[in-house]
């Protein structure tokens, strides 16, 4: 429902207030049946897939709905998009090789839709109040924003990867007969 808000934000902008409460309300509901399942005992292998592709698809959806909102250039939407799955599967790195799973770094998923919410709605204040120019410069407010994701991204990106390459250098360190 967020990634329509954003498709079709350029013909209704209210839908801008909309897409990212849309957002928060999925973040919450994921955290929620995090909560639930760690409670429960319920954490598991098989719960872990099912419980983060879903995500990870509505992560897609999301930034491509602003890829084709017609308020930005294509190519930002799905720059955002492809660091914002990278971001959640170099996470899921650490985990994959024995570790735990890495969360750090500036833009994780919260973070993201802290982000696209605060474009979105200083793109529908400039609709209303600079006659409809979304533009910032040569950029509109939301390929801005785009931009800031994916810089945090990349940032997020190498510190997961520094933490889970330090994880792994400590744990083969210990294994070694002394």
């Given at each position: 429902?967020?990634?329509?808000?954003?498709?079709?934000?350029?013909?209704?902008?209210?839908?801008?207030?909309?897409?990212?409460?849309?957002?928060?309300?999925?973040?919450?509901?994921?955290?929620?049946?995090?909560?639930?399942?760690?409670?429960?005992?319920?954490?598991?292998?098989?719960?872990?897939?099912?419980?983060?592709?879903?995500?990870?698809?509505?992560?897609?959806?999301?930034?491509?709905?602003?890829?084709?909102?017609?308020?930005?250039?294509?190519?930002?939407?799905?720059?955002?998009?492809?660091?914002?799955?990278?971001?959640?599967?170099?996470?899921?790195?650490?985990?994959?090789?024995?570790?735990?799973?890495?969360?750090?770094?500036?833009?994780?998923?919260?973070?993201?839709?802290?982000?696209?919410?605060?474009?979105?709605?200083?793109?529908?204040?400039?609709?209303?109040?600079?006659?409809?120019?979304?533009?910032?410069?040569?950029?509109?407010?939301?390929?801005?924003t785009c931009l800031v994701i994916?810089?945090?991204?990349?940032?997020?990106?190498?510190?997961?990867?520094?933490?889970?390459?330090?994880?792994?250098?400590?744990?083969?360190?210990?294994?070694?007969?002394?």
């Amino acid at each position: 429902m967020a990634a329509v808000c954003f498709w079709r934000a350029r013909s209704c902008p209210w839908f801008l207030l909309l897409g990212p409460a849309l957002c928060y309300l999925r973040l919450w509901y994921e955290m929620l049946d995090d909560r639930v399942a760690a409670t429960s005992g319920k954490v598991n292998c098989r719960r872990e897939i099912l419980d983060d592709l879903p995500g990870r698809i509505s992560d897609i959806l999301i930034f491509a709905g602003v890829a084709h909102s017609g308020l930005n250039a294509i190519a930002s939407g799905y720059w955002a998009a492809m660091l914002a799955l990278l971001t959640a599967y170099v996470g899921l790195f650490g985990q994959a090789v024995g570790g735990r799973r890495e969360s750090g770094g500036l833009m994780a998923r919260p973070w993201q839709m802290v982000s696209l919410h605060a474009g979105a709605w200083l793109t529908l204040a400039m609709i209303w109040w600079n006659h409809g120019d979304v533009h910032w410069g040569r950029l509109t407010v939301l390929d801005w924003t785009c931009l800031v994701i994916v810089a945090g991204c990349v940032q997020t990106i190498r510190v997961r990867l520094e933490r889970i390459l330090d994880a792994l250098r400590n744990k083969n360190a210990g294994s070694r007969p002394g």
